[in-house]
């Protein structure tokens, strides 16, 4: 029946998950705009439990994940290839980079750039004896905010892509969920039990792209009421999410090559620019020099951070911020992974995941250092008060950015950038979700699903950000994916067991075929990717 209706639309997808997920996400926005208060009270309530029981698991668990990323690149199954031996990358590295930065981590460097290290140097963590606005106070700072944005990032990122694109790619298998749990479940995954993990995950990556797309209309309104005085509002955010919408669902329908990739790499160039910009018209040797100095912080103290959990002291500091910040970026790692999977096939295994770990995060502490030592001299100069402006109220946190750009040259043309900027890796989150939550729900292994579908989803996003926000902005953005993150936590750690087999069996085929004894006229068979799913 549903696969008729599927035939009769013109659609190629699976239709219990497609119709399923398509279904309940409408059915939550129903429920939230009619019953907005018990849902934001529920879901408070479960976020608060969640944070309490599992900060510290998070914590073990991602540092868990960047340990294994490690072992694998440099055991010997990083030799290993995404495909077939002979396949090589169908993109340069540098629309490779660009477009994993049209994965929605962009939108997250303009909004927390100058936000979280201004926070924590004006309130220090409870990470020591540290008193606020020194020096001691603006390391810590910096070190924390790497911490939360650099290699364990890009490890809760890289995991499932590695995941996806080695099942895909050298499996024959859908780029689903599911699918990364084959050596488990075996050909279950093509029945209700993958059906049903599908359908969470296409759930869940929907709220997590919609809380950053929610965080992204934020700032964007910020900033334009910040530049004209315009009222910030649910009504003007609504209408800054219906038009962004709009441009999504207009490169949408151009494809992954003419739309996603042209406008992530004009985006990439706009966000150097604006870097470059911070960097010379800024405190520029103050800056050069706290570059070199916070990389060699961060991975200093990383060892201890990555498995600090506030022990004895249980300030609660660390479930809002870290436990916080990996259950939001596990909600979309399945999105962001399928999508960085979709652009790596060719690679080996070892240059897939130094890549996605180091290239970003180099951008990342370069990013982080150049608008937070920049911050935190600026508030230094004046007595502090742009921290004391930033965190006396949380709703002050998306006009961050714009607060610090008021105080360097042509800061009005600037600011218009920066809002651009800003809508361009909104459009881009959106347009490159979309894609990705469609193949989500397909059977298909290769083609790109069709428009029509993507742009359904695209609409979807919107919907649901739009919903959030009325549920109650940006703490109910927080609330909601803080829930939906656990799931996505155990799936990862899933995903390690599945991808030890497979690795394990590929490289044990690959040595058997070339010590074969063979005769010298008989060629020796590529030992890429195999029929078999199981690697037999």
């Known amino acids: ?77 990083g030799r290993l290839r995404l495909g077939a031996d002979d396949d090589r990358p169908e993109y340069s590295n540098y629309a490779w980079f660009g477009m994993l930065f049209a994965a929605g981590i962009g939108t997250i460097l303009m909004f927390w750039g100058v936000a979280e290290p201004i926070s924590h140097f004006a309130d220090p963590p409870p990470y020591g004896d540290v008193e606020p606005r020194t020096q001691a106070a603006a390391e810590q700072a910096m070190n924390f905010t790497l911490y939360h944005f650099g290699l364990h ?7 499932p892509a ?4 080695f099942f895909t790619y050298r499996r024959g298998l859908p780029m689903r969920v599911s699918s990364v749990l084959y050596p488990i479940l075996g050909e279950r995954i093509y029945g209700r039990i993958g059906h049903t993990i599908d359908v969470v995950a296409v759930l869940g990556t929907l709220f997590g792209v919609a809380t950053s797309l929610g965080l992204g209309t934020l700032q964007v309104n910020a900033g334009i009421s910040y530049l004209t005085g315009l009222e910030e509002g649910l009504t003007a955010q609504v209408t800054l999410i219906a038009i962004i919408t709009a441009i999504a669902v207009v490169s949408v329908a151009l494809g992954l090559d003419k739309g996603i990739r042209r406008l992530s790499n004009v ?23 706290a570059v070199v100095e916070s990389t060699g912080n961060y991975l200093t103290d990383l060892p201890r951070l990555a498995f600090w959990t506030d022990a004895l002291d249980n300030t609660g500091w660390q479930n809002t911020w870290t436990a916080f910040y990996w259950a939001w970026t596990i909600t979309w790692a399945p999105f962001v992974g399928i999508f960085i999977a979709r652009i790596s096939k060719g690679r080996t295994i070892r240059e897939f995941v130094l890549g996605v770990l180091a290239l970003p995060t180099a951008f990342t502490i370069l990013w982080f250092t150049t608008f937070g ?27 961050s950015l714009f607060m610090f750009l008021e105080n360097f040259p042509l800061a009005g043309v600037v600011s218009v950038i920066a809002v651009l900027i800003v809508v361009i890796f909104f459009t881009t989150s959106s347009d490159s979700a979309s894609f990705v939550i469609d193949m989500l729900c397909s059977s298909d292994v290769t083609d790109d699903p069709p428009t029509r579908q993507r742009v359904f989803w695209a609409i979807a996003e919107g919907a649901v950000a739009a919903t959030l926000l009325a549920a109650g902005g940006l703490e109910a953005l927080q609330e909601i994916i803080t829930v939906l993150g ?20 590929d490289t044990k085929r690959a040595r058997e075929t070339v010590e074969l004894p063979r005769r010298p006229d008989v060629p020796v068979r590529q030992t890429g990717g195999s029929d078999d799913p199981t690697g037999r």
Request: aromatic letters at 14%; charged letters at 10%.
């Open 1 to 77: 029946m549903l696969q008729g209706l599927s035939d009769r639309l013109g659609l190629r997808t699976n239709p219990t998950v497609f119709y399923t997920s398509a279904v309940l996400s409408i059915l939550f926005i129903v429920v939230t705009v009619s019953f907005t208060e018990p849902v934001a009270e529920a879901f408070s309530q479960l976020s608060e439990q969640v944070l309490t029981t599992t900060g510290w698991f998070y914590v073990l668990g991602v540092t868990t994940f960047l340990l294994f990323l490690l072992w694998v690149a440099f055991s010997r199954h």
């Open 153 to 159: 990032t890009w490890s809760i990122f890289a995991l």
């Open 162 to 165: 590695l995941g996806f694109a």
């Open 267 to 289: 985006n990439i160039t706009m966000a150097v620019g604006l870097l470059i910009f911070v960097l010379a018209t800024g405190p520029t040797l103050l800056l050069l020099r």
């Open 373 to 399: 030592y920049a911050a935190i001299d600026l508030d230094l100069r004046q007595g502090g008060e742009l921290s004391e402006t930033i965190t006396a109220d949380p709703d002050n946190v998306p006009t």
């Open 486 to 505: 656990f799931p996505f936590f155990i799936l990862g750690l899933v995903i390690i067991y599945s991808l030890v087999r497979g690795v394990t069996q």
